[in-house]
């Protein structure tokens, strides 16, 4: 569907910087560039109309089209060769706990290449396998029993090479009467030298045809190892099971160690070190796990296991195409590298990166979600989750980028999503294509009107920050966690995007220290600082999520596996995690839904004399009961303040919706009994509260409580009430003059 698909390498750079841009380009026999600075991305004849801005550079071209294929699949890899085994015999043992036994061939471990090497697998019956190929010839054997699923097995290879015999056993951890699963068989193999010494050893995958990882585990793969020597299945058993003796492998890979980044540890004499691939799932219990322990830090060796999954991905490793040097006299922005071709009008593709400011800044900076973008990456909520109509009060809209989506699965998860095993998606990576962070993508879940979501919907705030005149700067929630408080420094306004629901400890962190120095922010939107989630120091252009403790959720991590592999931190709502966004914020999560919004009505505390700036010039005490998301100002999700919940005293909670659709529904932290009372029309719980406070240093919080915000907005070309509120709360914020 699409021709051209791309991504850079960095989402964020300085005016000066360069960056590197990688295209696969198909049906096509070249293409151009040209960069865009991106003011509205909303394609809505009804809304204020898409507007972006030609920078003149040069970037060259025009560039020839070619392929770029994405190969997802997790594996561990190590590059050595080594001679393991000198006696000529050797068994090869690991624990695995297989989630999709019996789809298909699944490595488990691999040494050397098709042609030269030896497998352990499962074969296409789920039996525990083994195969040696040399010398033009292969020996295989089956256990002759399957593997069952969500089960922890011993799996053993023995070749004894005085014998000539090759022994495959699969070893129940836990067994059951009549239930035969535990099974062995050998088979006579001659002519098989130094198979071991070949290279490389993967995990999870076996070198296929092309020099390309394939027959992807599906499962969890523990603590494999090489002895030099042929024993008994039995013995080993034992041994991995930590009742028995120990003998001293050859390699000994203990996934246990390095669990935050991607390396892999042999603690054998080889020292046969490598790394994982893709980002399999690390710091998930393992074998010995019995509930002792849920952090993965104290007890390490109960989690030495790696979740391995055949549509992981994490790096697309694209080439470089051409690089881009922004222009050093550049203003800080959201801009896109515009990719088009003169052979196809349709043909077009927006590569999306924010410019920062370097030294001279405006007053006001609007901080874009990108964590919240990665999180949604390449979601397919329309197609794949049968409920969406029945959530969203209407047909689903489909365009091209929909369609790719589910003609091209390799394009990766978003974290809404499961894998092909049922797990849930723990990491979402920005090193790919996503189509829908790029201007004039529809959503799914919007609501009626424009239907936008996430990037698009965040462009109705760029748009009225240019229909106002705002001056401002852009940067990102990666730039935030790497920077903390210090990417606010000189600036005295903060806004954030329509959903910035994700968001790390060091990004809110920041927030908190710019407010505690007499920082100002607006949060314009809803259902935001709901998730924790971790960058990782080792990975670029990652982010880890894992929803424990309840919360609005396609899935759960699993029991024990609520702590985060990047940072050894409990996963989860903040709001479980002792944080809610109402502290700091005034407002958090309470219902969503995605058919219509509301309006606001204005409350007794809208005339407090405090909050006169903010409602200068604005008439009436019905707000924005009309909007390019569900025709409202209030809706999508929405938040309310709450004392109890740490909503300061002193807040003022200036208006409020009300009388939402029954398709809004309460959220699951607050649903403690399920009754049909929980829903718009019953639950005054499920409202959008609109809230203003000052903080101790002079600062001050405005907050929206709603998704929905932007969209009413731009209703109307920003000619409205709800712009209107927003300009006073911005230039009343951006003044020098501090609150008492």
């Known amino acids: 569907m699409l021709k051209i698909a791309a991504y850079t390498d960095r989402i964020s750079c300085f005016p000066g910087d360069t960056i590197d841009i990688k295209v696969s380009a198909i049906g096509l026999q070249t293409y151009r560039a040209e960069l865009r600075r991106v003011i509205q991305g909303d394609i809505n004849p009804d809304g204020p109309g898409y507007r972006d801005e030609l920078i003149a550079a040069d970037l060259g071209g025009p560039f020839p089209a070619r392929e770029q294929k994405i190969r997802p699949g997790s594996y561990g890899r190590v590059e050595g060769a080594a001679e393991l085994c000198p006696s000529g015999s050797f068994t ?16 488990i471990l691999s040494v050397g290449t098709p042609e030269n090497g030896c497998r352990l697998f499962l074969d296409d019956n789920a039996m525990a396998s083994t195969e040696l190929t040399s010398e033009g010839h292969t020996s295989a054997v089956a256990s002759g029993a399957a593997c069952r699923e969500h089960s922890w097995y011993v799996v053993v290879a023995t070749y004894d090479a005085t014998a000539e015999r090759l022994t495959i056993s699969q070893i129940a951890v836990q067994r059951f009467p009549k239930i035969a699963d535990s099974a062995s068989d050998s088979v006579s193999a001659r002519g ?51 009742c028995a003796s120990p003998l001293k492998p050859a390699a000994d890979w203990d996934f246990a160690e390095n669990m935050r980044g991607d390396r892999l540890s042999d603690r054998g004499p080889h020292r046969l070190h490598g790394r994982f691939f893709n980002l399999p799932h690390r710091a998930v219990t393992g074998c010995g796990w019995s509930g002792g322990s849920y952090r993965w830090v104290e007890d390490p060796a109960c989690y030495a296991a790696v979740h391995f999954h055949d549509d992981d991905l994490y790096d697309a490793a694209w080439q470089t195409d051409f690089a881009v040097t922004v222009p050093a006299d550049i203003k800080s922005g959201v801009y896109a590298v515009r990719l088009f071709s003169d052979e196809d009008a349709e043909a077009e593709y927006f590569v999306v990166f924010v410019v920062r400011a370097r030294h001279r800044k405006n007053s006001v900076v609007f901080v874009l979600p990108t964590a919240s ?9 329309g197609i794949d989750v049968s409920e969406t109509e029945i959530g969203t009060g209407q047909l689903l809209q489909l365009d091209r980028h929909h369609l790719h989506l589910q003609e091209h699965p390799e394009l990766g998860l978003s974290l809404y999503e499961v894998h092909n095993d049922g797990s849930g998606v723990f990491y979402s990576s920005r090193l790919r294509p996503i189509l829908d962070f790029q201007p004039k993508v529809q959503g799914f879940i919007g609501g009626t009107g424009s239907n936008i979501w996430q990037f698009n919907a965040d462009t109705h705030i760029l748009g009225f920050l240019e229909d106002r005149g705002i001056a401002y700067d852009v940067l990102t929630d990666e730039d935030l966690d790497r920077e903390g408080g210090n990417a606010f420094d000189g600036y005295r306004v903060v806004l954030t995007g329509s959903h910035p629901e994700y968001t790390s400890t060091r990004m809110l962190d920041a927030y908190q220290s710019f407010l505690d120095r007499g920082g100002r922010v607006a949060y314009l939107g809803g259902n935001g600082f709901y998730w924790r989630i971790a960058y990782s120091e080792a990975l670029p252009g990652v982010i880890e999520c894992r929803r424990a403790e309840s919360g609005i959720r396609g ?37 969503q839904g995605f058919d219509l919004s509301s309006p606001y009505i204005r409350n007794e505390a809208s005339n407090d004399p405090r909050a006169n700036f903010i409602f200068a010039g604005v008439e009436g005490d019905v707000l924005g009961d009309f909007g390019l998301n569900g025709g409202g100002a209030a809706g999508n999700e929405i938040d309310r303040a709450d004392l109890a919940l740490g909503t300061p005293p002193h807040a003022l909670v ?33 409202r959008a509260d609109m809230v203003f406070f000052e903080t101790q240093s002079g600062g001050a919080v405005f907050s929206t409580g709603s998704i929905a915000w932007a969209g009413a907005m731009a209703w109307n070309a920003y000619d409205n009430q709800i712009a209107d509120i927003t300009e006073n709360v911005v230039r009343r914020f951006a003044a020098e003059k501090g609150f008492g």
């Open 555 to 591: 899935w759960e991590p699993g029991t024990g596996n609520y702590w985060h592999q990047f940072t050894d931190e409990l996963g989860g709502l903040w709001r479980r995690i002792g944080r809610p966004p109402q502290q700091i914020f005034g407002v958090g999560m309470t219902a």
């Open 654 to 686: 200036l208006a409020s919706s009300r009388m939402h659709t029954d398709i809004y529904l309460m959220t699951p932290e607050d649903l403690l009994d399920p009754t049909p009372t929980w829903s718009g029309t019953q639950c005054d719980l499920i």
């Open 92 to 107: 090869i043992a690991a624990l695995i706990w297989p989630t999709l036994p019996g789809r298909g061939r699944q490595s």
């Open 373 to 381: 973008y990665m999180a949604y990456a390449n979601h397919r909520l």
């Open 192 to 242: 098989h030298h130094n198979v071991l010494s070949r290279s490389p050893i993967l995990f999870g995958a076996s070198m296929a045809a092309g020099g390309f990882p394939g027959w992807f585990f599906n499962g969890k793969i523990e603590n494999p190892r090489i002895y030099d020597g042929a024993y008994s299945a039995g013995q080993i058993a034992l041994i991995m099971l930590g």
